[in-house]
């Protein structure tokens, strides 16, 4: 069965340092979404790419978030400088075209901030 | 502004038992409704999904009620089984090809034997 891949599934860093995820989404899936899911709550949109271009980042923190998917397959998020409360569940999620609606997520990359 | 609001937090339910799990939201834009299913360090899943056009939906041992009146929708697991020990949000969609979904705060389903 074809899965979302992401890396590193953990990441322990200090404040202020930079931290970077990647995610390689199902094959020929269009759509990317990149999820933030803190401890005890559901995923919130990040962003959202269609092939290369990036379609919401309305919840994108931009100041210190930046995701970029520059052949329209995989994908980086990295986060510069890291913050205490930026310690989450970062998923990546693919859909198979557009107008479908399920969401493949991977497994997530947990990071925490010390 | 917390658009899909999941409760219970938490919930207990003994092997054979129904679990319930409730939602309500706030946008009648909303037009797809999915539930997610989630094991300790995995991403979710979908598990099922309904659409405001009809009351129910079930497969398997899990069940959709939607009120479309009351913007209420809720997952109905039949005889429990430790197996379903997970956590499940609900979520919704707007209409268009974002697939955006916004997801409640999620349930953590304990089912003991």
């Known amino acids: 069965e074809a899965e979302v891949a992401q890396s590193p599934r953990y990441k322990i860093t200090e404040k202020s340092q930079a931290v970077a995820f990647w995610c390689d989404p199902i094959s020929g899936h269009a759509t990317l979404y990149w999820y933030r899911q803190i401890l005890g709550q559901g995923p919130e949109l990040l962003v959202q790419?269609?092939?290369?271009?990036?379609?919401?980042d309305s919840q994108l923190p931009k100041d210190r978030f930046s995701a970029e998917r520059l052949k329209g397959v995989d994908s980086t998020l990295k986060i510069q400088p890291a913050e205490l409360g930026d310690s989450a569940m970062y998923l990546c999620?693919?859909?198979?075209?557009?107008?479908?609606?399920?969401?493949?997520f991977g497994a997530g990359s947990r990071l925490t901030v010390l | 502004q917390q658009q899909v609001k999941q409760s219970p937090q938490s919930l207990i339910v003994q092997k054979g038992g129904i679990s319930i799990i409730n939602c309500a939201y706030e946008n009648t834009a909303f037009d797809y409704f999915p539930w997610y299913q989630q094991f300790p360090g995995k991403g979710p899943a979908l598990l099922i999904a309904i659409r405001p056009d009809v009351s129910e939906k079930k497969e398997g041992r899990f069940t959709i009620s939607f009120n479309k009146s009351a913007k209420q929708f809720s997952l109905h697991i039949m005889d429990s089984q430790p197996g379903d020990s997970a956590t499940y949000f609900c979520?919704?969609?707007?209409?268009?090809?974002?697939?955006?979904?916004?997801f409640g705060q999620g349930t953590t389903l304990q089912v003991k034997p």
């Open positions: 790419f269609q092939d290369e271009s990036v379609v919401d």
């Open positions: 979520a919704a969609s707007k209409p268009g090809n974002t697939g955006k979904l916004i």
């Open positions: 999620a693919s859909r198979r075209e557009a107008g479908a609606n399920v969401l493949t």
